[in-house]
């Protein structure tokens, strides 16, 4: 049926009558024909009341007709109104989900500008600390690496790193290098035991030609590529020696990966290194069930403690802390505090450094740099630790999973620095001992003189003692992992820590020398990255609620700029709710042609194209300027939607479920090694699936999700009259859905392209596609 009348300004056509659900279809245009410069306007309409007597609109889809000029405001204000789908209207809900996840950006914005408002750049002066300081001056310091399996964290690569530590550029008398094996491995052991012979000759030559890294095995690799490596040019002398020394590298490394590789140590071996006793791991060991296995390996005092040159080595300790089933061992944490117990017993060093079992020292001066701030004359009293900024040895050149964490290390943490100091984030951070230990802001600490009872015991007799204080009694009912050492109960053991210390009144400061102090091992596949990433945000979403929680329990104890700084990152989870909203509703809304965002021609779109470029070109140019390139930064937004859709959202419902009592936040490890076709896949930075996991079924069928609605909105584009329309109400969700599916590509191709170990498994594939289709359609049907 089409029936025209007329109004007094308007003309109406009636398009079309529903007799059963009663909506009227018809246009309204101006009542001068001749104007090109009129409004089309389409509205669904209802006739509602008792007689059928009043009209509601249900849709109304204005539209200018091209060429037009007047613009009236009373129009502008109808057309702008109009916009907020009306109640009863297709999209009203997803609009203002959009409204409160926009809202929510707003904020988390607002909280990110903290990092970027008063940012600190430090720089030491080594030089005027040895003016100062004699060596017999300078405090000893305790160096603790931890390591937990030797599965995932191969003893080679566990003491390369302490081997690191063991040669910095320090007078040896005064470090103590600590050895926490959580995985209580005979193999990590004897690995440590053979590291013990070959420092007495790496050691000295480290410090004779004071080389760099002083990891053997990063040092040879880095004097293998650069052919123009300059001692060999230098010194004949030189060139001999480091002939020697990797001869004396390959064979120890040779025998570790050779016990490493079978599992288990023969007679043999141990019985070569027979001054230390192997007989803990004996049939009724087990990994999670032991007695404390402690041996000082190297003691500086005794004979075995003096290198090829005759000058004293670092003290050496093993330690496998005990465990028993029916004790929480509480992750590094435990080990942390195990480690800060047994060290004061032995070196009581007034310095600790922690280090991962993969973050080798890059820097032989490090420790001075630390102290250069710690032992300031004006401001080192105040300060509690000093944190370097982690890297990663094995980061490519676009840092495919955006490992560099490179604002966060060269912007943000310098902006934290300006209000008092970055967060403790474990691995390269320099505490003093007393304020680990619980000592408070602005008390003494009463110093215990161990130094003189230790010159009085044995080794033996000092190993027995130290023993005890590794042993699972030894916390019960005490303070450790409350008020004294790392706090329990939190995956991020450090970040928790570094607050509560903050909030004593106590300083950090954020040092990030040009060459890396120290490089580690990034993770190099996808769902090691999102893993590792939910540890972290979970860990992160649990301070925001503990406690210790930088909203309420900070508030007035640290700066204003500071409890934003650390909000902003223990909120990274909820960002989930927001983040996925917003990647799949408004291209699911393209499918029934329902505008969301402003009209292309709307004053209102300019807010839009304003945050999108002023935030994008603000990233790409802080990227770009943190030394990153543009394929990085564009790797950067697709690792950051990767982890807001997947690993937030596991930590933030994990979260929820362990305040409810549910569930218990665990640890997983990040794996440090690879398989050979993962890792040349990771160098050519061809994104690794290879596994079934929840978190890669959510990424498929987001991804699959959009590629159908784009496909479906292209179709509407090729065949259907009203381009224009389309382009002129939907624009932005095209522009979102687009882009959306660029940011895709490397899944997309995982998923239906590649053919290698690496893709995305068929039978996710094949439930991905099933259920975005079946999403898109029942979609479709039910509106
Ligand atoms: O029960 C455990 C579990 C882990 N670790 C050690 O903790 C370190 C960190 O573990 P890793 O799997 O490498 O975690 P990452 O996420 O890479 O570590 C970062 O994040 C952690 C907090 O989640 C910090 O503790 C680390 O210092 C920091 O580098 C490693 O040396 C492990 O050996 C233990 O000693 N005992
Ligand atoms: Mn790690």
Redesign the pocket.
Known sequence: MMISCTSLSHKITLLAFHPDDGDVFFFSRSNNDNNVEEDVEFFQCRMVGKNHNQIETLLHLPRRVLGRRTNSKVERERTLLSFIPKQGQIGRWAWIGLLAAELWFGFYWILTQSHRWNQLYRNTFKDKLSQRFDDSELPCVDIF?????PTI?PPLMVINTVLSVMSYDYPSEKLSVYL?D??ASDLTFYALIEASNFAKHWIPYCKKYQIEPRSPAAYFKSNISSSSSSFIKDSHDQARAFVIIKEIYEEMATRIEKVTKWGQLSEEDKSKHNAFTFSHWDSSWSRSNHHTILQIIIDGREQNGKDVGGCTLPTLVYLAREKRPQFH????A???NALIRVSSEISNGEIIL??????YTNNSQSIKDALCFLLDEEQGHEIAYVQFP?KFENVTKNDLYGNDLRTISSVEFHGLDGYGGPLY????CFHRRDVLSGRKFGTEFEKEEKKENRERESVRELEEKAKELASCSCEKNSLWGKEKGLKYGC?????ITGLSIQSQGWKSVYCNPTRPAFL?VA?TSLDQVLV?HK??SE?DLLIMLSKYSPAWYAYNKISLGLQLGYSAYCLWAPNCLATLYYSFIPSLYLLNATPLFPKVSSPWIIPFVYVIFAKYTYSLVEFLWSGGTVLGWWNEQRIWLYKRTTSYLFAFIDTILNLLGVTNSA????A?VTDEDVSERFEKEIMEFGTTSPMFTILAVLATINLFCFIGVAKEVVVGKDIARVFETMSMQILLCGVLILINLPLYNGLFLRKDKGKMPSSLTVKSVAFALFVCTSFTFMY
């Open positions: 690496v931890c390591t937990a399996d964290e926490s959580d995985g061992h509480n992750f590094k435990g080990a942390m922690n280090v991962d079992c993969d973050m982690q984030i474990g691995s390269g995956p991020v053991e450090d970040v580690g993770p590792q540890r972290w860990g640890f997983v490890i990040t440090k």
